[in-house]
């Protein structure tokens, strides 16, 4: 088994990328230790002294290590424990754990703004964040304003915030005039 790293514009954050399925569909998070019970490999992630979080998608795993441990040192036993995982055949999700799907339900008079919002999410924003190893879920619209949530290596990175500001609530607001603002919600 070969496993590819990327970096990611967090530098706290390094993309691993085993060459098969992670997930069948969805993203899942897993901001610390405590949350890692509904997966053995976050678990076996988080056994690695160093990690503080992992986040996975379709065909990749994010880790994210604290500040005062260096790569050079982490990322080793990361592989390691990684395809250990693989080779054991146990599942990434355990049986009956719900996945992250990336969208919060909305009705009312503002249903089809919020249809459109998710819809350039899933089409234009998504695939371009899980390119640098994360994710970005939304969480709401309330009066012109876009509440999302920012996940994997997307999570604490230094240009996130740029992210959501320049990038996300520009092509937002070009596309639909009721959207005014963007803002970063924290779960």
């Known amino acids: 088994m070969f496993i590819q790293t990327e970096s990611t514009p967090n530098p706290a954050t390094l993309k691993f990328l085993p060459g098969q399925t992670v997930l069948e569909m969805g993203t899942a998070d897993f901001p610390s230790a ?16 160093g990690v503080t979080g992992a986040f996975f998608g379709t065909d990749f795993v994010t880790v994210t290590k604290a500040d005062s441990i260096d790569w050079d040192h982490l990322k080793p036993a990361i592989l390691g ?20 799907g990336g969208h919060a339900e909305h009705s009312g008079e503002d249903a089809e703004i919020v249809g459109q919002i998710k819809e350039l999410l899933d089409s234009r924003v998504r695939p371009a964040v899980a390119q640098d190893g994360g994710d970005i879920t939304f969480h709401g619209f309330d009066r012109g304003v ?42």
């Open 146 to 187: 876009v509440y999302l949530h920012m996940q994997g290596a997307c999570a604490g990175c230094p240009s996130s915030t740029l992210t959501l500001k320049m990038g996300i609530e520009n092509l937002l607001r070009h596309y639909i005039p009721e959207v005014t603002e963007v803002r970063p919600v924290a779960v």
């Open 34 to 49: 405590e949350t890692a019970t509904a997966s053995p490999l976050a678990q076996r992630l988080f056994s690695v002294n």
């Open 81 to 100: 424990a990684i395809m250990e995982h693989f080779q054991s055949g146990a599942p990434v999700m355990a049986e009956g754990s719900a996945q992250a």
